[in-house]
């Protein structure tokens, strides 16, 4: 058993990250928690601890509960958007499409990846599927941030429009499959395997498909270096360029994304 009247206090308050809810709650009930539903949830802990929860602590709990126990953060697009939301302290809105902020996906991703490591032999860390990874940068295309260093860069090439040209027979195309060969050449998209979308084995042989040079719609390169510019020294003034405009919005994320207050680290 864990010390109750930490996990109280942490329940009441509407500011508790997460990652601290949900360890204070295995310290309190051991990982039996995971287990129980959120009316289950809700009426333990106003039972036993005689505490009122706020609807946003049990969103974050819940969250934390889904983000440990299954993979569909990772994997869902639809699933993503709503943990998010609730990671973030808010209760999902299932009647409007609120669009994510950089810096509330940079936090949830964060805690997720927190969460499992937790866990450590219990689980493991899912890779995010393209379905999310697109959805991402989507999302941070609106913010007008095109440049995902981690822990978005999953999404980063799909956010920079991430294209190749083969120089051995012209074609051009947005990168899909990430092997560093030219779909054509591979003969990729062959009706014959239509579906499986594997290079033809024997054009593999003979070393065709791999002679491609990349290309980003929108450069990430400017917006790396100025990046790491400002980080190492802070206090540098940003121009009101749109590249300074989007290091500026990435160095708020990051530091809302890694703030120990929101990661847990000291508890
Ligand atoms: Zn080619």
């Given amino acids: 058993m864990g010390d109750a009247g930490a996990l109280e206090k942490l329940l009441a308050d509407a500011t508790a990250s997460p990652l601290a809810l949900s360890r204070a709650l295995t310290a309190h009930f051991g990982i039996d928690w995971f287990a129980w539903t959120y009316d289950a949830l809700q009426m333990t802990l106003e039972r036993e601890l005689n505490v009122a929860v706020p609807a946003t602590t049990m969103s974050k709990v819940m969250a ?3 983000v440990c126990t299954t993979d569909a953060f990772w994997l ?3 699933h993503f958007h709503f943990l998010v939301q609730a990671l973030n302290g808010d209760v ?3 009647k409007n499409h ?4 950089v810096a509330q996906m940079m936090r949830a991703v964060t805690l997720a990846e927190q969460f499992r490591a937790d866990l450590g032999k219990l689980s ?3 890779q995010f599927s393209d379905e999310v990874a697109r959805y991402v940068a ?3 295309l609106a913010e007008a941030v095109w440049y995902l260093p981690p822990p ?3 999404a980063a090439r799909y956010a920079s429009g991430l294209r190749y040209h083969c120089n051995d027979c012209g074609y051009e195309s947005e990168v899909m499959f990430d092997d560093g060969l030219c779909d054509r050449c591979v003969n990729r998209f062959d009706t014959s ?14 070393g065709w498909g791999s002679n491609i040079r990349y290309l980003e719609k929108n450069p990430t390169a400017p917006v790396a270096r100025r990046l790491a510019e400002v980080q190492a020294s802070p206090g540098r003034t940003l121009q009101e360029n749109q590249v300074d405009v989007c290091v500026g919005k990435l160095l708020g994320a990051l530091l809302y994304a890694k703030h120990p207050a929101v990661v847990g680290a000291s508890t």
């Fill in 92 to 94: 999902p809105d299932f």
């Fill in 76 to 78: 869902q697009w639809e």
């Fill in 193 to 206: 395997r239509l579906g499986a979308w594997v290079p033809d084995p024997a054009r593999l042989a003979k």
């Fill in 138 to 140: 989507a999302q941070a």
């Fill in 124 to 126: 493991y860390t899912p």
């Fill in 64 to 66: 934390s509960l889904a």
């Fill in 152 to 154: 978005l860069d999953f």
């Fill in 98 to 101: 609120r669009e994510l902020s």
